[in-house]
Structure formats: structure tokens, C-alpha cells
């Protein structure tokens, strides 16, 4: 019934939105900038640079298939030694057109290029649209997809592992035994879609980053966020939360759901300088 609904597959591989082409104009994005230094990590030469994306809900705006190229070209000139996907590449708004195939979303994509290694996990959308596609289009353009699982790249001699927790909001026992399994004396970062997973963590040298709340989406004055789509609590919704040692930064990311819509909380990707004390 959804699935007739969202009229899969998608095969419009411009993204039109027909009638509702004024209306969806993505507002202008900006490039939040976090500079760490996390207990347990090396000290590397010059910092690793990492550039993180989230929530692309391609098709969702008006012109998205420019928008998204003209970022790839703005994510390459920051030089980025690694490159993260943190979920939620299809569009599942049941309105509005819009309806790009995810080979095109992840031929898109895979113009964004880090020097050590690029990964990605799926989010709650794609895996409604056909997790199973999405993950072959991306993995046929070279990034890696990690599907409860760990990838290692190296940095200035040392290996570093990437921990991929994707959501199809279920509580997954492989999810909760590969965060428990984290190794105290082995840096990682934890690629987890949706934040609820940071209590999952374990104190010790790991970072995570998360998207799948759009920082709220919508932020109301004097309210702030009201609703951020997870079992998080409201105050994991968006940007750097440092608890109890523990790190986590989580994006507004690029596209909108249900409605394109934002309000107080502009859309962003996210780069990331990292080094050990």
C-alpha cells in the first residue's frame, strides 16, 4: 500500500516538482566547522578532516539534483581525509514529485571524495524505500556501506575504525553487541543514523555522529525544539553534546521530511577536525 502510494520505483532521474515547484526551494545551506581534541586519540601531524553529511532526502527541493552537485564540489574544496553518509538518502514525502532513483542520489554522491576512505550507513527512509537497492546503487559507486559493521581506514600510521549502526527504527541486538564490543584502547568513530544510539556507547577514545532528527526541522521561538523524530532525548537533537567524557555531534543535514519545511534550523554538512592531546 505504501509502497503504491510512493509510486516505487522512482525513475525520474531529474527530480521534477511539477506543480509544487514553488514551493519547495531548499533554503541556503551552511557549513558547520567543530575542531576536537579527544581523550585516547593520537596526535596526529595536522588533524584528520572529516566531512560528514546527513539526511539528503533527494527531491525533496525544488532544483536538488544542482544543489547536490554544486556540494559535492563545495565538500571537495575543503580536502576532506574522510568522507561519512549518515542516512536517509531518499525522498519519501507522498507528495510533491520529486522522485529520484537511487543510483542517481549515489552517482551524485560518490563526486565527493575523502583521501582515506568514504562510508555510509542507511537511514529510517531508505530502508521504507528498499534498503537493499539503495545500499547496491551506493556500493556500485565505491562507497562503502556499513550495515552493522566495522570499517577501518588509516591516518598518520594509525588504524581507525568506523562503526556503522544504520536505522530502520528497530532496536537491533547487532547493533547493541558492536557498540559493546568497542575496543577502549582502539580510537573508532560510531557512524550511527540515528542519536538514540549514543547511550549505546561506551565510555572511551569514540566519537559519534549521528543526523536523522534535522536538528528539530522546525525551532520555535522561546520554545526552541519541540520534536526531533527519535527516542533521543531533545537535548541530543542537534550540534556537540559531550556527556560524561563521551562525544557526540549531530547534524541539522540537507534535506527536509514530511514537509519542505524549516524553520530556525537551516540545513548544513558538517566538517569535522579531529586529534588526540
Given at each position: 500500500?505504501?509502497?503504491?502510494?510512493?509510486?516505487?520505483?522512482?525513475?525520474?532521474?531529474?527530480?521534477?516538482?511539477?506543480?509544487?515547484?514553488?514551493?519547495?526551494?531548499?533554503?541556503?545551506?551552511?557549513?558547520?566547522?567543530?575542531?576536537?581534541?579527544?581523550?585516547?586519540?593520537?596526535?596526529?601531524?595536522?588533524?584528520?578532516?572529516?566531512?560528514?553529511?546527513?539526511?539528503?532526502?533527494?527531491?525533496?527541493?525544488?532544483?536538488?539534483?544542482?544543489?547536490?552537485?554544486?556540494?559535492?564540489?563545495?565538500?571537495?574544496?575543503?580536502?576532506?581525509?574522510?568522507?561519512?553518509?549518515?542516512?536517509?538518502?531518499?525522498?519519501?514525502?507522498?507528495?510533491?514529485?520529486?522522485?529520484?532513483?537511487?543510483?542517481?542520489?549515489?552517482?551524485?554522491?560518490?563526486?565527493?571524495?575523502?583521501r582515506h576512505g568514504r562510508f555510509a550507513v542507511l537511514g529510517n527512509h531508505d530502508y521504507i524505500y528498499g534498503e537493499q537497492e539503495v545500499a547496491a546503487a551506493f556500493r556500485a559507486h565505491g562507497?562503502?556501506?556499513?550495515?552493522?559493521?566495522?570499517?577501518?581506514?588509516?591516518?598518520?600510521?594509525?588504524?581507525?575504525?568506523?562503526?556503522?549502526?544504520?536505522?530502520?527504527?528497530?532496536?537491533?541486538?547487532?547493533?547493541?553487541?558492536?557498540?559493546?564490543?568497542?575496543?577502549?584502547?582502539?580510537?573508532?568513530?560510531?557512524?550511527?543514523?540515528?542519536?538514540?544510539?549514543?547511550?549505546?556507547?561506551?565510555?572511551?577514545?569514540?566519537?559519534?555522529?549521528?543526523?536523522?532528527?534535522?536538528?528539530?526541522?522546525?525551532?520555535?521561538?522561546?520554545?526552541?525544539?519541540?520534536?526531533?523524530?527519535?527516542?533521543?532525548?531533545?537535548?541530543?537533537?542537534?550540534?556537540?553534546?559531550?556527556?560524561?567524557?563521551?562525544?557526540?555531534?549531530?547534524?541539522?543535514?540537507?534535506?527536509?521530511?514530511?514537509?519542505?519545511?524549516?524553520?530556525?534550523?537551516?540545513?548544513?554538512?558538517?566538517?569535522?577536525?579531529?586529534?588526540?592531546?
Amino acid at each position: 500500500m505504501l509502497g503504491k502510494l510512493l509510486r516505487r520505483p522512482y525513475g525520474d532521474a531529474q527530480g521534477r516538482k511539477g506543480w509544487f515547484t514553488p514551493f519547495a526551494h531548499a533554503q541556503p545551506h551552511v557549513v558547520r566547522h567543530y575542531a576536537l581534541t579527544l581523550p585516547g586519540w593520537p596526535r596526529f601531524e595536522r588533524p584528520l578532516r572529516i566531512a560528514f553529511l546527513s539526511d539528503f532526502h533527494v527531491g525533496t527541493h525544488t532544483g536538488d539534483m544542482a544543489r547536490y552537485a554544486a556540494i559535492a564540489k563545495e565538500v571537495a574544496s575543503f580536502l576532506p581525509d574522510l568522507v561519512l553518509f549518515g542516512g536517509d538518502y531518499m525522498n519519501m514525502q507522498p507528495f510533491g514529485g520529486g522522485r529520484v532513483p537511487p543510483r542517481i542520489i549515489a552517482r551524485t554522491l560518490a563526486r565527493m571524495m575523502g583521501r582515506h576512505g568514504r562510508f555510509a550507513v542507511l537511514g529510517n527512509h531508505d530502508y521504507i524505500y528498499g534498503e537493499q537497492e539503495v545500499a547496491a546503487a551506493f556500493r556500485a559507486h565505491g562507497i562503502a556501506v556499513l550495515d552493522h559493521e566495522r570499517g577501518t581506514f588509516a591516518f598518520g600510521r594509525h588504524a581507525i575504525d568506523v562503526i556503522g549502526v544504520p536505522d530502520a527504527r528497530l532496536v537491533r541486538p547487532q547493533a547493541q553487541a558492536l557498540l559493546a564490543g568497542l575496543d577502549p584502547a582502539r580510537p573508532a568513530i560510531v557512524l550511527a543514523h540515528d542519536p538514540m544510539w549514543f547511550k549505546d556507547v561506551p565510555s572511551g577514545p569514540f566519537l559519534t555522529l549521528s543526523g536523522h532528527t534535522h536538528g528539530g526541522q522546525i525551532k520555535l521561538p522561546g520554545l526552541g525544539v519541540v520534536y526531533n523524530g527519535s527516542s533521543a532525548p531533545l537535548r541530543w537533537s542537534y550540534g556537540l553534546i559531550v556527556e560524561g567524557g563521551r562525544h557526540l555531534i549531530v547534524t541539522a543535514g540537507l534535506g527536509t521530511s514530511n514537509i519542505p519545511l524549516r524553520i530556525g534550523v537551516p540545513p548544513e554538512f558538517v566538517i569535522i577536525e579531529v586529534t588526540g592531546p
